[in-house]
């Protein structure tokens, strides 16, 4: 694994690859490793906040198993409805492949939604008050998940001769926007940011405002970070915004509706 500098731009030359299990010779990937450290990274930081609300350790656990599986079915059926429908037609055992790849963060963010109504309603808890928590560990999730990317050469950005450019030689001998860390980078600022506002009256002493601030934050940034990636499929260059895009509009206005009328209810 290396990662040099060579004039003004940064050589990136990872092997996704960390290392080959024996017997059944299946290979452990970085961007499964960042996967279980956003997941445990999110986990402690909702213990250490559930600890201090008085809440029992059960109570995270049943939690993280809702929103886990949550997760990874809304992100694998996302990928498979919004980017290949046809292709998994024709072949529905792949379906369940989903060490061959093909996890869409927006399908992934449906199935939280899910996973936290189904969960809030076992609890008899407003389904706000679940959200605001997860929400607040969402970015950390989202930055694991992205530098996984940028482990796999995967998600790269177009063309670029920016000094930070990255050259991915897995792909060819362009530099490029190195998209992924620019997403996992505002993902880290953007929970700093939850994390500080989360002591304060606006956040604190208003249900939902938590979970209603991070999807138009959240999603304009994917949604301005996507005219510096590749479209992930060819249907999508003829395409004025392309998919990622188009799925982020209604985060975006859902949770800026949200903000507007929790805002106005208060005054």
């Known amino acids: 694994m290396t990662s040099s500098l060579i004039l003004n731009f940064i050589t990136w030359n990872v092997n996704k690859d960390i290392f ?6 299946h290979p452990v990937r970085w961007y499964g490793i960042f996967w279980l450290l956003g997941i445990v990274l999110s986990y402690k930081v909702l213990w250490t906040m559930l600890k ?6 059960e109570f995270l656990d049943q939690l993280s198993i809702y929103i886990v599986l949550g997760t990874i079915i809304g992100s694998r059926l996302g990928h498979i409805i919004f980017y290949d429908p046809s292709y998994y037609l024709s072949n529905p055992l792949k379906i369940f492949a989903i060490w061959e790849g093909g996890l869409a963060s927006h399908g992934g963010g449906i199935g939280i939604l899910l996973g936290i109504f ?5 609890q008899k808890l407003p389904f706000l008050w679940v959200a605001d ?7 950390i999730a989202g930055a694991c998940i992205r530098l996984g990317n940028l482990m796999n050469s995967e998600m790269i950005g177009t063309k670029t001769n920016l000094p930070w ?8 001998q362009s530099p490029r926007h190195p998209a992924q860390l620019y997403e996992a980078l505002f993902c880290i600022i953007l929970f700093l940011l939850l994390r500080y506002l989360w002591t304060k ?18 999603f304009s940034f994917r949604f301005l970070d996507e005219f510096l990636k590749i479209n992930q ?28 009328i929790n805002n106005r209810k208060k005054q």
């Open 165 to 172: 450019a990255f050259i991915f030689t897995s792909i060819d």
């Open 20 to 25: 080959t299990i024996p017997i059944i010779n």
């Open 201 to 218: 009256p606006i956040l604190k002493n208003n249900i939902g405002n938590c979970f209603a601030l991070l999807l138009p934050l959240l």
């Open 133 to 139: 928590r997860i929400a607040l560990v969402i970015p």
């Open 52 to 57: 201090k609300e008085g809440r029992p350790i």
């Open 233 to 260: 499929e060819d249907f999508e260059n003829s395409m004025f915004l392309n998919m990622g895009q188009l799925l982020s509009i209604p985060f975006i206005l859902i949770g800026s509706t949200l903000l507007i």
């Open 118 to 122: 189904l969960f809030a309603k076992k």
